[in-house]
């Protein structure tokens, strides 16, 4: 499964595979192709926003010139007539600013960040990378394993909880399963009921 999302100068690539998804993106900066396991994906991520912050401040420049030349021609008794053409031009450059701004959601992962555009595409990618985390924790990590320690095990599946890949009432019975398989374990043979 493939989705691309497009805005501005910025074009971001995700190709879902079972067992990874490779994240790649073009802007004006240059370019990337990295390739992430869904479990590197963290729970929480950040919002960043990338505007024109240059042609928003002249922009506000602009219309501070054009109030200022309105106003002293309004006090002065000059005539008005062609005083608001820096704030008409202002006023554009600021709404061209707001409109062309980019906003994402990025994911600070070991081997770099994931940013995901705010687009109609936005939570169809992250819950395709939530649901694939899941399953690739469950299958990594969801079973007990009788050959780690109990404190290893009980961590385990309590992380488990926390990362809301199983619920708290699961996440006990694990915990009540490696419990028995470690008292199991290390059972005295002599002291067993025949």
């Known amino acids: 499964m493939e989705i691309v999302q497009k805005k501005k100068s910025n074009r971001h690539t995700f190709k879902f595979m079972d067992d990874h998804f490779n994240f790649a993106y073009e802007d004006k900066s240059g370019s990337d192709d990295t390739d992430f396991n869904y479990a590197d994906i963290p729970k929480k991520s950040s919002i960043q926003i990338e505007q024109n912050e240059w042609l928003r401040n002249v922009g506000y420049l ?91 095990e009980i961590g385990k599946f309590r992380w488990l909880a926390e990362q809301d890949v199983i619920t708290k009432e699961e996440s006990e019975e694990k915990i009540a399963q490696a419990q028995l398989l470690s008292n199991e374990r290390f059972e005295i043979p002599g002291e067993r009921l025949n």
């Open 62 to 152: 602009w219309c501070a010139l054009g109030v200022f030349e309105l106003g002293y021609a309004i006090y002065s008794e000059a005539s008005i007539s062609g005083k608001g053409f820096w704030i008409i031009l202002g006023l554009a450059c600021v709404a061209w600013a707001h409109f062309s701004k980019v906003k994402y959601s990025v994911f600070k992962a070991e081997r770099g960040n994931v940013f995901v555009i705010h687009d109609k595409n936005h939570d169809k990618i992250i819950g395709e990378l939530n649901s694939r985390k899941k399953l690739q924790l469950l299958n990594w990590y969801g079973e007990v394993n009788p050959e780690n320690d109990l404190d290893q």
